[in-house]
């Protein structure tokens, strides 16, 4: 099975006013189709930059990359992912079913069609009977999962998440956390998904991908043992501790040469 | 406007009454001296010129009984404030509309040109807006000369388009709302630049994600953002509109108007008639901003940005 997502020596370098800053250096990675791969590393690591380059929000200065066995670009407009910001960013004159339906509006789908859309994705965020309220009426994990449903509604294969939960607190987290899991398990989506968090990271994924700063590569790959059905206790076992502590001796191995 | 907010504003209207009336008596009192001798009254002292060289204040002091005759002279040089609200009374609500001594009919005058003045500055505001946040030519060309126009006196710009508009044929109407709309649109495109902006990069991305192009860019994300900024542009520009138009009546001796009420008075020494029309004038501005932050409430509010606004 060819992979989804395929990275080959890729390189990127901003062009700032203090000089270039080398924000990916040499990234090789591949993720197939399903996988629940987590980008963690310190800021500065290129690990936003990365999920950019595959949304083709950033062009890379050299190397490969394909989405779908496309360009970024091609496959952008071939709808092939959704992006999930760090903040909701729900437009706040619009109602939640309004908000969702904006991609919907912008890529042509029909009346009827966005509608049977937003019911069901606003379903499957446990959003059920919120459609016609506005974003201040909701919670702050409401409206992020608001605007996961948001990225869903147009059927993507690829959901990349640039540290959607990294505002919430904890207990939020942990719940949206599940949730996402559930959520992937039901749509076998590819994820793509950025944190700074360790627990959070190995409890949501197939792949760890540990990266280091300045420049900004990959510093450790890891696959992850864990089933697939996850309860939140399995952050006791011994299994889970163990990824733990190859992903920290990653972060920290990455930092002492950096 | 919440129910509070009155008491804060009545206080301030109360207490610029109080000083207003205060400064009547020291204001009035030479001429209400001079007028009191001629009816027999002895004011000390007694030589007009003598009255020349002391204060209205020490001549008030030396002459208390002409307090109450400052406050009902004929030409006053400061009317008191029942003098103005007699007259604007007499001018708005005994006078028919269609007469030339009817304030109503002079305010008629003024807020037609007001209203078309600032219709033409909202839609030119607007327009350059918009050129200004999508063509980088335009924000680099325009922006500074809009400035720039705002910096000419209106005073000294008013005659020469009045002037310049009225040998080519144009009269009346048009040249005052000209004006107006020179006044109004430079807070229209300053707010409206700003607000078009006003979508972060988060949310332009957003839209990049789903290869949304730039009219659907301008319809769903930068014109709804920009409404709140909109709204407090259109309160600016339509009292700068109306002084605009004011301003228009006055270098060529319109003959109506408020503007023409105004100098009027001046010139005929009916200060009353003056300050009249400048009360009206400020009532007229306060109800245009009343009547748009009333829609400016109805609209955020039903966009989903009342809490917002």
């Known amino acids: 099975m060819s992979p989804v997502i395929s990275a080959t020596n890729l390189d990127l370098t901003f062009e700032t006013n203090d000089g270039p800053v080398h924000a990916l250096k040499d990234v090789n990675l591949e993720i197939n189709k399903g996988d629940f791969v987590s980008f963690i590393g310190p800021s500065g690591c290129g690990k936003t930059t990365f999920l950019r380059c595959i949304a083709g929000l950033e062009t890379p200065t050299s190397g490969e990359i394909s989405v779908n066995g496309m360009t970024p670009d091609e496959a952008r407009r071939a709808r092939a992912y959704g992006y999930v910001f760090q903040a909701a960013g729900l437009y706040p004159w619009r109602t939640i079913g309004g908000n969702i339906r904006l991609p919907l509006e912008i890529m042509g789908f029909s009346k009827s069609d966005q509608a049977d859309r937003v019911s069901r994705v606003l379903e499957l965020v446990d959003l059920a009977g919120f459609e016609k309220k506005f974003p201040w009426q909701l919670s702050g994990g409401m409206q992020q999962r608001a605007s996961i449903a948001r990225a869903l509604a147009f059927d993507a294969d690829i959901l990349l998440m640039d540290e959607p939960f990294g505002a919430l607190d904890e207990i939020v987290r942990d719940h949206l956390n599940e949730q996402l899991l559930q959520l992937w398990a039901r749509t076998e989506k590819t994820i793509g998904f950025v944190t700074h968090s360790i627990p959070e990271a190995v409890y949501l994924s197939t792949k760890i991908v540990v990266m280091s700063p300045r420049p900004g590569r990959i510093s450790d790959v890891i696959d992850s043992p864990l089933p697939k059905e996850r309860p939140l206790d399995i952050r006791d076992s011994p299994e889970f501790i163990e990824i733990a502590h190859r992903v920290r001796d990653g972060l920290r191995a990455g930092h002492s040469d950096g | ?309």
């Open chain 2, 1 to 309: 406007m919440s129910f509070k907010g009155i008491f804060p504003a009545l206080t301030v209207v109360g207490f610029i009454l109080a000083v207003w009336t205060l400064a009547v008596i020291p204001m009035n009192a030479h001429l209400t001296a001079d007028q009191a001798q001629r009816d027999d009254m002895v004011i000390t002292p007694e030589a007009p010129r003598e009255r020349q060289e002391i204060s209205g204040l020490g001549l008030v002091f030396k002459n208390p009984a002409i307090i109450p005759l400052t406050y009902v002279q004929q030409r006053p040089r400061l009317p008191s404030p029942h003098q103005v609200a007699y007259e604007m009374y007499d001018t708005i609500f005994t006078k028919a509309p269609t007469s030339r001594r009817s304030l109503v009919y002079h305010a008629w005058v003024t807020l037609s040109a007001t209203l078309l003045g600032f219709v033409i500055g909202t839609t030119l505001g607007v327009l350059l807006a918009v050129g200004i946040v999508y063509n980088r030519t335009m924000d680099k060309s325009v922006m500074p000369w809009a400035i720039t126009s705002q910096t000419i006196p209106i005073l000294a710009l008013a005659p020469m388009v009045i002037v310049m508009l009225g040998a080519i044929g144009i009269q009346g109407l048009l040249p005052k709302s000209i004006i107006s709309a020179y006044l109004s649109f430079f807070p229209v495109v300053v707010g409206m630049v700003k607000g078009l902006r006003s979508p972060d990069g988060m949310q332009l991305d957003l839209l990049r994600t789903y290869s949304a192009n730039a009219n659907q860019g301008f319809w769903k994300l930068r014109l709804p953002a920009s409404m709140p900024y909109l709204f407090t542009s259109l309160k600016i520009g339509i009292s700068a509109a109306l002084v605009g138009a004011i301003v228009g009546e006055l270098p060529t001796g319109a003959r109506a108007g408020f503007g023409a009420r105004m100098l009027v008075g001046d010139q005929y020494g009916q200060p009353v008639v003056t300050w009249a029309a400048l009360f009206a004038a400020a009532i007229t501005a306060a109800l245009l901003v009343a009547i748009l932050s009333l829609i400016e409430r109805r609209t955020l509010s039903r966009m989903g940005m009342g809490a917002a606004a």
